[in-house]
């Protein structure tokens, strides 16, 4: 009979265990056969020994298949982006009612927080109603009615992911390139997508490091989703310092929010438009960064947003008039520098983790987060600092925890001489 233990013995040897064994143990993560114990060992089994290529894919089968797949009966094509995770990164938000805006429809599941990065759920969380968990058919209507939905995996919808993401939350196994792809493309093949764009991110506020690290995870993401049958590309993106200036869940929200309804230009709104044009392109569709910034131009991505809150049981009026909605933290206070310099790096882990300190994020899986903190105004790289000049704001539910964070934001800022060269957000393509 198959066991917990027995697959876990043999990832401590450095063995796959059988695509059977792995589909045993995926819908056991779904209908609770298996513990968390036995799922936080497994994470950490196969973060120190990993699995072969064959073990990935057949990890990432099983996990697709802890739930139904989606398919789809639409008049364009089904289509989505996902990043491997990052500090500030909120694409997401931007990205998937653009593409509504677009034409094309985009049924996105996406993750909580996960290690030191953000996650779009928490985000959109931070707006008062909106609820992550519909019903697979109201999921159904809303993609169709508005073009995007923005939810939860869930107990139909790769339910072993929804699970063993938030065990290694807290477990320290993220940075795992056979947990990682068999996490992002189960769901996203269990959503039945026509085509996919991975942002996959690397630098300081990611989990892959290096350019090295970054390119394997690319490779094995886009094998993996091309040989199920979803046509993939997948960007490497720079991560050498959070996307935006603001971190935290409602903070991240606003900040959207600007980009959205066309207040502010920037990496968020580059970034978003290169994925879009990327995944336009797989899906066939030809001239996709002049429709994506149409869509901001015109107002009908910030339309789109906010049809999809209201349609998901948030405020029918969130759009003209966020900033009513979202809570304030009473603690805001700035940090200064204790130095004088250009800043040369930005240590984006230990500000996400900072975050997550601040209550932003889990240290234990029942941990609720607070929406409201975070930091704003992070100065960016190159930047020119003078002693007792801001590094950031810092938003904080306590002043003990403001002073954590501080001292936590000039660890990770480093100020010297020469600004560093710029490098683009978008640093390389894998298909
Ligand atoms: N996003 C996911 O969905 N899973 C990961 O493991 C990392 C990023």
């Known amino acids: 009979m198959t066991d917990a233990r027995a697959i876990n013995a043999a990832l401590r040897k450095g063995e796959d265990p059988s695509p059977a064994e792995l589909n045993w143990f995926a819908h056991g993560l779904a209908d609770g056969r298996v513990s968390a114990a036995q799922a936080g060992a497994f994470a950490m089994g196969v973060c120190l020994r990993g699995l072969s290529e064959q073990g990935r894919v057949a990890l990432t089968l099983a996990m697709r298949d802890s739930g139904h797949v989606l398919d789809w009966d639409l008049d364009a094509p089904v289509v989505d982006k996902h990043s491997t995770g990052g500090v500030g990164d909120c694409v997401s938000l931007v990205l998937a009612p653009m593409l509504a805006a677009c034409g094309v429809y985009n049924p996105m599941i996406s993750g909580r927080g996960l290690g030191h990065t953000g996650g779009t ?11 992550v968990a519909p019903d697979e058919t109201r999921f159904r209507q809303i993609v169709q009615d508005v073009g995007c939905a ?11 992911d929804k699970r063993l993401y938030a065990i290694r939350d807290v477990t320290g196994t993220v940075e795992s390139l056979d947990l990682i792809t068999a996490s992002v493309l189960s769901k996203k093949l269990a959503a039945g997508l026509q085509s996919l764009v991975l942002d996959v991110k690397v630098g300081s506020g990611a989990f892959m490091k290096t350019a090295d ?5 690319a490779k094995s993401l886009v094998a993996t989703a091309n040989a199920a049958g979803c046509p993939t590309t997948a960007l490497i993106t720079d991560m050498s310092q959070p996307l935006v200036p603001s971190l935290g869940n409602a903070l991240e929200v606003d900040l959207s929010m600007q980009v959205l309804t066309g207040k502010l230009e920037g990496p968020l709104l580059e970034l978003s438009v290169d994925l879009g044009a ?6 066939g569709i030809q001239g996709g960064e002049a429709k994506l ?3 901001i131009a015109s107002g009908a991505a910030a339309e789109r947003f906010g049809k999809m809150v209201y349609a998901l049981g948030g405020p029918l009026s969130f759009v003209e008039d966020w900033r009513r909605f979202l809570p304030e933290a009473p603690v805001i206070r700035e940090v200064a520098a ?7 790096a930005i240590d984006g882990e230990i500000l996400g983790l900072a975050v997550v300190d601040l209550g932003g994020g889990r240290r234990v899986e029942t941990d609720q987060v607070n929406p409201s903190v975070g930091l704003t105004e992070v100065v960016r790289l190159g930047a020119k600092v003078a002693r007792g000049q801001p590094l950031a704001v810092i938003h904080a539910a ?11 934001i000039r660890a990770a800022i480093t100020l010297g001489d020469a600004a560093p060269q710029p490098v683009p957000l978008t640093l390389e393509r894998v298909a």
Do not use: C
């Open 121 to 131: 759920l928490d985000k959109l969380e931070a707006i008062p109603g909106y609820s």
């Open 150 to 160: 923005i939810v939860s995996a869930s107990a139909n919808i790769a339910p072993a």
């Open 213 to 217: 690290d970054a390119r394997a995870l």
């Open 278 to 283: 990327e995944l336009l392109k797989t899906a």
């Open 293 to 295: 910034r149409a869509s």
């Open 338 to 344: 204790s130095g004088s310099g250009v800043v040369t």
């Open 398 to 408: 306590r002043e003990e925890q403001a002073d954590a964070a501080a001292e936590a």
